[in-house]
Structure formats: structure tokens, C-alpha cells
């Protein structure tokens, strides 16, 4: 087992009067490892443990992609046998923490005739969300990878919408966020309701939307790693129209688990900015309702409307 990248950079720290230990992991992506049960088949994997300035950091060089002090998604949380100069020991790898993988959506848009959406997208993904896009197309071409990204927005805007690419991503990085812009066009999303257009808020909220809705689960809840994404969209409003009201800002606080939406008006435009957090791998049955109550905070949130009316309708106010 004690072969590959891992080894080699072991013996490398080490000559360079670093303090690092060889790991034996079994990856959660092919095994859940039981300590009890001791397979050693299971241990499929190696990680290098280093004291880097009194902190402990965890290496695996043969995975491309992954930033430096971070694992692939699937070494990290997992029990690991820790092969020092005198013994064995077990030891638990943590998990990266929310912030360390990041999806941040910027949008400025317009609000057009037929309560159509038309702008751009910027989308920067750094840590594991970034390694896990790069490692997932890194022996694809450049129209599967087009086509990869733009399929990716679709399925986070809740209606049929129109992306086109418009930058060439750096997919060779393991430090810069894999950052990505497109040209958006959502039609119809502003719906009209007599003099008014109703206008919802949650703009990128479909991955969210369909998450834990059964009202019971017998098995367990797995994540990948923790997480935090991030949403600013600007609306610029058309002329004549402006915001008639707007509903209040949102916030559920679960520790391990979070959500945050507000939106108000700036200078004509609307401005909503909208944030979900996990910090969770591995939950009993027993927790589902309150990851599910979670959602359905999440899901609520996302539907409130923002009232966009003409401009004689706010001078009456």
C-alpha cells in the first residue's frame, strides 16, 4: 500500500526536516471503513500528514487539481491508520471547512418586455467545488466542457433558460477558483398580475428546490464535503417601472446549516443576495426533520416576490 505520489513526497518532507507521517485510508467514495471490522482491503489509499508551523495539514500530490492543504472530497472525514517510526495509531482526517469551497454567482441583468431577464453570469468556484469540475472534465475537450458548464447554470435557474459561455476557464489550476461567464437569458421570469409584475426572488435556487421533500427517510443523509454558496443579483429595472414593495430578509441559523436572503432597491435596480451553507457529511434517519424543516425554510424563501410597478403607481403611494 505504501507506494505512489504520497510515499515519494513523504520521503522528500522528510529529508527536508519536516515532521510528516504516511497515512492508510480507505476513500469514502468506494468504502464506508469501520475501525471495528479493521478490513485492510479497504485501505485503498495514501495521505501524508505534515507539521507545517505547529499546524497539521493533510497532502495527497497524486490528485490533481486540489488546492494545496486540502484532500480530494473522498479522503477527507474518514478514519485514517497513521504508520509513525514507532507504531499504528488511528486518527480522524477533518473536513474541510464551508468557506474553503465556495460557489459565488454574480449576476447583472435587466428586467425587458415580457418580464424576460437578459445579462451576465460570473461563476467562481474555488476549493472542492473548483477540483472536483476540473477533475470530473480534465480529459474532455473544449465543447464538452462548454457544453458541461452551460448544462450546470440550466439546472440552477427554475425555468427554461437561454446560456451561452462566454470565456475560456482556466481548467489547469489547483490555486485560482475555476471562474466562468456566461450570457443569460431567462424568459419570463418577472410574471405579470394586472398593472403589476411579480418577480421571485430565488434566481438560482433550483438545486435547493427539490431537495428532502418525502416526508420520511429510512437511510442515512450523506454529503459530499461541506459547502457555502453565494448569490448577488442585480435587476436593472426598465424605465417607467420601479420596485413597489418587497418582502423581508430572511435568515435560518442551525449551526451546521444556514440560509440568508435579502433584497432591496439601489439606485432603480433590485438587489438580492442570498447565501446557503452545510457544514454536515454523514446524518441518521433520526435528524431528517430538521434537515428537511431546513429546506423547507430554504424553499419558502426563495419563492417570495419582489412587486415591480409603474412609476405612477410609487408616486401614488
Known sequence: LVV???????VLTRAAGFQSDLLLVATRDRYFFNVKLMNPRELNSNVVMITL???TRYFDPGVPFTPFGMLPWYESGVEALRLSDKEGSWLTIPLSAPAESRIERKAQLKLADGGTLKGEVTVRYTGLEAASRR????????TDRRQFLEDELKRVVPTGVNV???NQPDWNSSEEPLLVTYKLEVPGWAAAAGHRQLLKLGLFANSDDHSFQHATRQHALYFDFPFQHSDDVTIEMPAGLHIGSLPKAQSVDKTVCSYSLTAEETKGALHIKRDVMLNMLLLAPKYYDQVRDFFQAVRSGDEQQAVVVPQAAVAQR
Open 4 to 10: 505512489g505520489v504520497p510515499a515519494i513526497a513523504l
Open 53 to 55: 508551523n505547529g499546524q
Open 135 to 142: 477533475l470530473e472534465e480534465q480529459n474532455e475537450d473544449d
Open 164 to 166: 451561452s459561455l462566454s
